[in-house]
């Protein structure tokens, strides 16, 4: 059974920084494309950004909103997925998702992240 | 506002056929896949159709989706209480590059 379970959020002050975590099992994670999408309170869906495998060479992408402030990285003999996130703004306030593959066929139940003074 | 377009809301009555759609353009919907997620309150997001008209298994075949140039569309038919819920379509851009959203429909059943 695939499961992915993200950790490390919570509270941080604006211009913080915060570093998410994504365990994942059930599938062999090193083959997968893996993605962090949020949501903000009362808003849609916004992707954050992508880290390809390796046979791709590890490539990430990010979203205009994040990029320059926060890093993908994974870890794919602990099967983890990591999202580094520096200079938080209050407008990162969301749950963040962990996201397998390229359509996004399984998501973690999320973490929120709130960026408050 | 969102780089894929979808009606703020939609709605239909039990038994019924209703459709939302998805609108792009040539570098996202136009060039790539679409796919469509459901979200119901205080739950995870759910994939309920990949590349344009595939439907995971254990989705009912009253969901479908289609795609046309640079606009989707979602159907469900038999339409029942527990499909009331957000929808939100998807897609790979070139142009950004990243994946795109729509802004999502909340879908009522009456």
């Known amino acids: 059974e695939v499961q992915l379970v993200e950790s490390g959020g919570g509270l941080v002050q604006p211009g913080g920084s915060l570093r998410l975590s994504c365990a994942a099992s059930?599938?062999?994670?090193?083959?997968?494309?893996m993605d962090w999408v949020r949501q903000a309170p009362g808003k849609g869906l916004e992707w954050v950004g992508r880290?390809?495998?390796?046979?791709?060479?590890?490539?990430?992408e990010y979203a205009a909103s994040v990029k320059g402030r926060f890093i993908i990285s994974r870890d794919d003999s602990k099967n983890s997925l990591f999202l580094q996130m520096n200079s938080l703004k209050t407008e990162d306030t969301a749950v963040y998702y962990c996201v397998r593959d390229k359509i996004s066929d399984y998501w973690g139940q999320g973490t929120l992240v709130t960026v408050s003074s | 506002q969102s780089v894929l377009t979808q009606p703020p809301s939609a709605s239909g009555t039990p038994g019924q056929r209703v459709t939302i759609s998805c609108s792009g353009s040539s570098s996202n919907i136009g060039s790539n896949y679409v796919h469509w997620y459901q979200l119901l309150p205080g739950t995870a997001p759910k994939l309920l159709i990949y590349r344009n008209n595939q439907r995971p298994s254990g989705v009912p075949d009253r969901f479908s989706g289609s795609k046309s140039g640079t606009s989707a569309s979602l159907a469900i038919s038999g339409l029942r209480s527990e499909d009331e819920a957000d929808y939100y379509c998807a897609a790979w851009d070139d142009s950004l590059p990243g994946r795109v959203f729509g802004g999502g429909t909340r879908l009522t059943v009456l």
């Open positions: 880290s390809r495998n390796k046979a791709n060479s590890y490539t990430t």
């Open positions: 059930g599938f062999t994670f090193s083959d997968y494309y």
